[in-house]
């Protein structure tokens, strides 16, 4: 599916699917003997979506050999130390003291019912009506409740977000911790430029902002990630990232940030696995991405 400026999706179609796919991974994460994220909500929230390879794929029921491209192992892996990283993030906020997360593009995640927030923790998602809607609903149906006082701002990032994030109770004045998670390669190179720009601007001193860092998405159009979606594809995987993310010359993300006023540190991707006692991959789709970095930064009082 081509992607367009005003192109609208939910969470089977389009970047949705992808959310949903996330999810997928997060669920086969949670159940590997090596259980480095506990995800409840995961699974029965991909059922309910209804997309058939992921349903399979979080039931066990995906056919496969050793060495083939679906390895569930590395999947869960990839998702794991990512998940880990936001959950560490969220978490080191509140024991600082900061009681104001936002989520944007939020989807699938269950942060706001998973985490131990402590107690006056407000959290916001912010994602489109449908996707918003059929996660509550979804979850209510399952007798989940949050663990912080959940806030949902139903409203798409390409229009007045954060208009509808102060009338949902944001206080500007407060420090907050955001972040972008599995965000900014869909967004034009302009509008990830607009969306930093907002934060800064609705950042006090002492919030937190994290997110991940691929500076070059020609990555999803190279010969290793098309041999690898060709061979998903064969097994009914339809998600093509590479047809979703935009492509394009975009700001380096740390010193757009520094150049904001915040302090930025970063993580590379095999350095979070080194972390989580977890062997990175040696072949040419894991070489390609071993430069993704996962980006923390702290607004300065």
Same mark, same amino acid.
């Given at each position: 599916?081509?992607?367009?400026?005003?192109?609208?999706?939910?969470?089977?179609?389009?970047?949705?699917?992808?959310?949903? *796919?996330?999810?997928?991974?997060?669920?086969?994460?949670?159940?590997?003997?090596?259980?480095?994220? #506990?995800?409840?909500?995961?699974?029965?929230?991909?059922?309910?979506?209804?997309?058939?390879?992921?349903?399979? *794929?979080?039931?066990?029921?995906? #056919?496969?050999?050793?060495?083939?491209?679906?390895?569930?192992?590395? *999947? &869960?892996?990839? *998702?794991?130390?990512?998940? $880990?990283?936001? #959950?560490?993030?969220?978490?080191?906020?509140?024991?600082?003291?900061? $009681?104001?997360?936002?989520?944007?593009? +939020? =989807?699938?995640?269950?942060?706001?019912?998973?985490?131990?927030?402590?107690?006056?923790?407000?959290?916001?998602? /912010?994602?489109?009506?449908?996707? /918003?809607?059929?996660?509550?609903?979804?979850?209510?149906?399952? =007798?989940?409740?949050?663990?912080?006082?959940?806030?949902?701002?139903?409203?798409?990032?390409?229009?007045?977000?954060? +208009?509808?994030?102060?009338?949902?109770?944001?206080?500007?004045?407060?420090?907050?911790?955001? &972040?972008?998670?599995?965000?900014?390669?869909?967004?034009?190179?302009?509008?990830?430029?607009?969306?930093?720009?907002?934060?800064?601007?609705?950042?006090?001193?002492?919030?937190?902002?994290?997110?991940?860092? /691929?500076?070059?998405?020609?990555?999803?159009? &190279?010969?290793?990630? $098309?041999?690898?979606? @060709?061979?998903?594809?064969?097994?009914?995987? @339809?998600?093509?990232?590479?047809?979703?993310?935009?492509?394009?010359?975009?700001?380096?993300?740390?010193?757009?940030?520094?150049?904001?006023?915040?302090?930025? &540190?970063?993580?590379?991707?095999?350095?979070?696995?080194?972390?989580?006692?977890?062997?990175?991959?040696?072949?040419?789709?894991?070489?390609?991405?071993?430069?993704?970095?996962?980006?923390?930064?702290?607004?300065?009082?």
């Amino acid at each position: 599916m081509t992607r367009s400026d005003s192109d609208k999706w939910d969470l089977a179609t389009s970047v949705g699917a992808t959310a949903t *796919m996330v999810a997928a991974q997060r669920a086969l994460a949670s159940s590997r003997p090596q259980k480095l994220i #506990d995800d409840p909500f995961a699974a029965p929230l991909v059922r309910a979506v209804g997309i058939d390879f992921f349903t399979r *794929m979080v039931d066990g029921q995906v #056919d496969y050999a050793e060495g083939d491209e679906f390895d569930p192992d590395k *999947m &869960s892996h990839g *998702m794991a130390v990512r998940t $880990r990283f936001f #959950d560490q993030h969220f978490l080191a906020a509140t024991e600082a003291g900061v $009681r104001q997360a936002v989520i944007l593009a +939020s =989807g699938l995640d269950s942060r706001a019912y998973r985490l131990a927030w402590p107690e006056g923790t407000v959290v916001y998602e /912010i994602d489109m009506p449908e996707v /918003i809607d059929f996660k509550t609903t979804t979850l209510a149906g399952l =007798g989940a409740e949050p663990t912080a006082e959940r806030r949902t701002v139903a409203i798409d990032l390409r229009d007045d977000w954060p +208009s509808a994030l102060k009338a949902a109770g944001f206080d500007p004045s407060a420090p907050t911790v955001w &972040s972008a998670e599995g965000l900014l390669v869909y967004l034009q190179p302009d509008a990830q430029d607009a969306l930093f720009d907002t934060i800064t601007g609705l950042s006090a001193p002492g919030s937190r902002l994290a997110c991940e860092f /691929i500076q070059d998405t020609s990555v999803f159009s &190279s010969p290793e990630w $098309r041999e690898h979606r @060709e061979k998903l594809s064969a097994l009914g995987m @339809e998600v093509e990232i590479g047809d979703l993310v935009y492509h394009g010359e975009r700001s380096h993300i740390v010193e757009y940030l520094t150049g904001a006023g915040w302090t930025v &540190s970063g993580r590379q991707v095999t350095e979070l696995y080194h972390d989580a006692g977890l062997q990175y991959g040696d072949d040419a789709l894991a070489v390609a991405f071993g430069d993704l970095t996962y980006l923390s930064a702290v607004l300065p009082a």
